[in-house]
């Protein structure tokens, strides 16, 4: 029940691997404000620690692109997963790493995830595996399910949060708790990297170009265009940062704000698993652009919201509809471009996506110590709905791609 009908076994494991991995992310993006907190850090330094995460991921995501086609997918994906062992153990203070530039190197090259999606170096590989295990409008649904995953344990993940505080009350140390979480990140490299040594090794596409990009360099670079001006939008209020913003604006308290992560997660996994059967209906990119429309409108509106439950329930409104686009995202992509070219397609795409991303947790982090709290949810919103209206008018003709 997992995998759609016509899928390949060998999604299953990828599935798999993601649950793991989005479960740990789950907890991080929320775990690592209070973290560097705990250690001494501003508000400042934890945007720019978020900022410099996700340049990391986006380089090394470039890197998967550029040179990624030569060498067999598993290969790669086993690389990723040792990198993800090691920046657990070394964020857990593994060789003495306390202080503010050890921690931001390991930030860099790591595979920590401070957002609420997957903008890791696992992203383009396991798109491309995915590609080639369904045609049609089962990889459509297959994506749904990937993301549906994703999304369900990340929700689940973030209600962890409220372990470090049990350990904390059985008499462990604060900054010792927190570390234990990090292990656990680290350890769930080690099992996603036996898990994926289970996939088959597939060789290198017989009909690869020399470059990683052909006949679709067009579609893929006005793509990645566009959806960088969404990925700098929603980098302005990573959960991490929104953490943050319910922190300071309402004073949420860490075991709430790990319920209020769980409640969001699962409307958005069950939102993304609706997504293939509303674009069956209005097409991927109808799909992708009016549900992401209203999500914007209600994270606005949260930014004024003059009490705790108010905003809690514009931003369960929000959870509800601005996933919806992320399957369909993906599927389009994978279905517009050709099959030796996926992978770097994925890549090419979610780079200016992570480099963007990249830039805007420190603004917001900037602009939440200078206490203006509402401007970043105010212009994450507005540039979101800029960047649908964008992405509408330049593809609304490819509205339902069938290979």
């Known amino acids: 029940m997992l995998l759609p009908a016509g899928t390949a076994p060998e999604a299953r494991l990828l599935l798999i691997g993601r649950a793991l991995r989005a479960f740990t992310d789950g ?21 720019l620690i978020s900022t410099v995460t996700l340049l990391g991921s986006a380089l ?11 060498f067999p997918q598993r290969r790669l994906l086993l690389a990723a997963a040792c990198l993800m062992a090691a920046t657990g153990l070394l964020l857990a203070g593994l060789g003495g790493i306390g202080a503010f530039w050890p921690l931001l190197i390991v930030a860099f090259v790591g595979t920590m995830n401070p957002s609420s999606g997957d903008v890791s170096v696992f992203l383009p590989l396991e798109h491309a595996r995915l590609a080639e295990s369904a045609q049609g409008e089962a990889r459509t649904f297959l994506f749904a399910r990937y993301t549906f995953v994703g999304a369900l344990c990340a929700a689940t993940g973030s209600l962890a949060t409220v372990i470090p505080q049990v350990l904390t009350d ?3 140390a604060p900054i010792d708790a927190l570390r234990l979480m990090f292990v656990a990140y680290g350890l769930t490299g080690v099992a996603i990297f036996v898990l994926y040594r289970a996939l088959p090794d597939h060789p290198v596409h017989e009909h690869a170009s020399p470059a990683p990009l052909g006949p679709s360099r067009g579609i893929v670079v006005k793509l990645a265009a566009l959806f960088s001006v969404d990925a700098f939008a929603g980098g302005l209020i990573v959960n991490t940062l929104l953490a943050l913003w319910l922190f300071e604006r309402f004073g949420l308290s860490l075991a709430a704000a790990g319920q209020f992560f769980f409640w969001a997660g699962l409307l958005s996994a069950g939102s993304q698993l609706a997504a293939p059967w509303v674009a069956r209906r209005i097409g991927l990119i109808n799909t992708m652009v009016f549900t992401h429309i209203p999500s914007s409108v209600c994270l606005i509106l949260a930014a004024f919201a003059d009490s705790l439950p108010e905003a809690l329930a514009l931003l369960f409104l929000r959870s509800a509809l601005s996933q919806m686009d992320v399957p369909t995202r993906s599927a389009f992509v994978m279905a517009v471009v050709t099959p030796s070219e ?5 890549s090419f795409t979610t780079v200016p996506r992570s480099l963007a991303a990249a830039a805007s947790p420190a603004i917001g982090g900037a602009l939440f110590a200078a206490g203006w709290l509402a401007a970043p949810l105010v212009t994450c919103g507005l540039l979101k709905i800029a960047y649908d209206f964008a992405l509408w008018r330049a593809f609304r003709k490819y ?5």
């Open 27 to 47: 907890f991080v993006a929320i775990l690592l404000p209070v973290y560097l907190l705990t250690l001494g850090f501003g508000t400042w330094e934890v945007g």
């Open 60 to 70: 090394a995501t470039l890197a998967v692109g550029q040179w990624g086609h030569r």
């Open 170 to 172: 059985a008499g462990l």
């Open 342 to 346: 996926r992978a770097a397609a994925a």
């Open 399 to 403: 509205e339902k791609p069938s290979s």
